[in-house]
């Protein structure tokens, strides 16, 4: 069968080139800090991260006529440059043949619980706008001739709001708003790492003052670290999720994210119980997810044993060929693990599963060059035996070729091409794969224009804790395109960041530096590798998608006392350029126990399975169960419906973690916007809930 669509457009799709970087202008102003010669940078603001919702908040401000810098650990590194699907995906609303209101996608999007509904609604209400932006933009979302959007089904969306440019569909943002930063002149710093935020005030009135960054460009023989400051009034976080806190991860390599900066800042953290893990390729190799047609086009899933030995696992848990190739299927768009799904023989029995496999220490692979091979004693595969929504949406896709790869080739040839850019042809060879971590649901605690609960801080992206327990496929990206504006909008009406910073930070920025110089210690028994090591291990092992009470108890001891060690003896290195890497591993350590605590926290309230996790309880209400019975080892407690009304509030005082619980913000649906009252809050900015001063000065 051949490719239909030419070769040089499926390139073009899956070869993203970035745009050069324009020349980093340095700092001529230096500071003394703990014998240090530091650079300073004044700016109104900073954004931390150049992914796609970094980048739109710095558009927008700059559009605004705010004075804003971006600086990035890698310019092009992070989840939406390096990573993606063949679902990554925006959301829509506006092809007429199913109709959508806000009001059904915002209640879409916070199905899951533990979510704010109004920020759920600015999600829903906000993407048509982030659409048409980002098509304005350049992006090629694709359209039909009368000018609609293509969309179609994804995880947790029952309508069809997902669209797609295909497998780079993130990259391509990245692209596209990283043109417009450059062209509007938006100073970007390069191998630039924030460490510390720095921040002037007490209680109530502390707010940013800048942050403390370790950067290449600045390492000099009077400043072998490389810190440099950024004296900023505002400062947006958009640093990513924290993808190095798991060993079983599909994130690209280094995204660290800014959990355990925020901690250390002593800002509210929420839902970091919130995770997904789903079946995809690790970022040993080249991390993807396997959503969407590579498992619609139903290939042969099977394992190896140390022996070399192959074994048609999928056959012991599902009662017929029928069965089991439909779920498979149904991984398409149900890609997260949810527990619910592993009982009546649902999806997420493909992830237990693999998971199982994993433990039994067997390698798992996808072999599109072979159909499903049939449960002992039933019928052999075939198209037309499939449960009835999976026959139809083959039927309607045109994929009723023989074979998985030919299937998968109709369908999205690119999924075949991404993987050959990376030395792995699916079309010969079979794919190894697993079960990891992909997404932080939580996150910085914000409210419905991104603020932190640190005056001046914002946060937006993976960055935020904005998802609830579940979320939409796209619904990611979504949202860091609506808060990257929202916080513009927010910070354009504060007018706080028109003029780059001015005073003096001496006295915190020295404080901050000797914070940092404490953590780096020569002769530390701790190494970067050693706690890599054992909090990938921890959180992977006791807080994936199968925990239970008892472990996560014993995980979060550990964490502690992990911490507890890093807190007397730091972390060794032998280069400064090893700086950045220690430090981060220092914000993962504490990133790692905040997620256990909220985790020990929720299931000591009685917390069940929800989202990524099942809670496994000898005592709880349900049992998955395979074609040989149940598995009474995987047992867990069922979801209490009152944890969904409310949220985990984590948050850092001194060296002990407070947690909390608050109910999501409600959204009155009636209360219906009305032109000559509401008009006046605009035209005075009091929708920004800002207090102005007569010069207009929040
Ligand atoms: C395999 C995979 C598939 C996915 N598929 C989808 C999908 O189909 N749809 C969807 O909506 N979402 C999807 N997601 C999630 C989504 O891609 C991410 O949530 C989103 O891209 C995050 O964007 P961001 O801008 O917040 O962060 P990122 O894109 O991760 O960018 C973070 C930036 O911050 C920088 N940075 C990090 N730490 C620091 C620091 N300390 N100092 C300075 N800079 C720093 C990084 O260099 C990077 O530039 C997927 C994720 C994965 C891993």
Known sequence: MAIDV????????????????????????????????????????????????GLRAAVEMKRRGDHVVIISQSAWGGTSACSGSDKQTLHTANTADQGDNYKAMARAIRSGGAMDEDIAYVEAVGSSRMMASLQFLGLPLPQDRLGGTLRYQTDHDEVGRATSCGPRTSRLMVKVLAEETIRLGVPFYNHTTAIRILSEGQAAERRVAGILVVRAADRTEQNPLGLAIFQCPVLVLAAGGPGELYRNSVYPNGCFGSLGLALEAGLELVNLTESQFGIGTRREGFP???????????????????DGGEHHFLADYYRTTQEMASNLFRKGYQWPFHATRMLEFGSSLIDL????????????????????????????????????????????????????????????????????????????????????????????????????????????????????????????????????????????????????????????????????????????????????????????????????????????????????????????????????????????????EA?????????????????????????????????????????????????????????????????????????????ASFFERDWPDWLTGRVFGLEVDGNGNA
Request: contains cysteine; hydrophobic residues 40%; charged residues 20%.
């Open 288 to 306: 993807w997810n396997l959503s969407g047609t590579y498992v619609q086009a139903l290939p042969h899933v099977y394992s190896v044993d140390a």
């Open 353 to 592: 599963a693999i998971v199982r496999q994993a433990a039994a220490g067997r390698r798992v692979f996808m072999d599109f060059n072979r159909n499903p091979l049939p449960v002992l004693g039933d019928l052999p595969f075939s198209l037309d035996r499939l449960d009835d929504d999976v026959r139809q949406y083959l039927g309607y896709a045109g994929a009723r070729q023989a074979q998985p790869i030919d299937r998968l080739r109709h369908m999205n040839p690119l999924a075949i091409e991404l993987y050959r850019r990376y030395k792995t042809d699916i079309a010969i060879e079979p794919l190894e794969f697993a079960v990891n971590n992909q997404h932080m649901n939580g996150g910085i605690q914000v409210d419905l224009w991104g603020r932190s609960s640190l005056t001046g801080c914002y946060a937006v992206g993976e960055a935020a804790g904005t998802h609830g327990v579940t979320r939409p496929g796209g619904a990611a990206l979504n949202a860091g395109q609506v808060f990257g504006t929202r916080v513009a909008e927010h910070i354009g009406a504060s007018r706080r960041a028109k003029h780059g910073a001015a005073g003096d930070i001496t006295a915190m920025a020295k404080e901050a530096v000797a914070g940092v110089l404490a953590v780096l210690r020569a002769d530390s028994p701790l190494t970067v590798k050693s706690v890599r090591a054992q909090v990938q291990a921890r959180m992977s092992d006791k807080a994936g998608m199968i925990c239970d009470p008892a472990s996560v108890e014993h995980a979060l001891a550990e964490a502690r006392a992990l911490n507890a060690q890093i807190r007397e003896h730091g972390l060794a290195f032998d280069r400064p350029s090893e700086a950045t890497r220690v430090l981060q591993w220092r914000h993962m350590a504490l990133a790692s």
């Open 6 to 53: 030419p070769q040089h457009i499926l390139d073009a799709l899956t070869d993203v080139e970035m745009p050069r970087l324009p020349t980093e202008s340095a700092s001529s102003e230096r500071v003394r800090l703990a014998g240090i010669e530091v650079p300073v940078y004044r700016s109104g603001c900073v954004v931390v991260g150049s992914g796609a919702a």
């Open 595 to 671: 997620v256990l605590g909220a985790l020990d926290f929720f299931i000591r309230h009685g917390g069940g399975s929800r989202g990524a996790r099942a809670i496994c309880d000898p005592q709880g209400e349900a049992v998955p169960s395979t074609r040989a019975g149940p598995l009474p080892e995987f047992r867990f407690r069922r979801e209490q419906d009152e944890h969904r009304a409310e949220q985990i509030v984590v948050m850092l005082h001194g060296e002990v973690l407070h947690i909390s619980t608050r109910p999501n913000r409600p959204l009155d649906e009636s209360a």
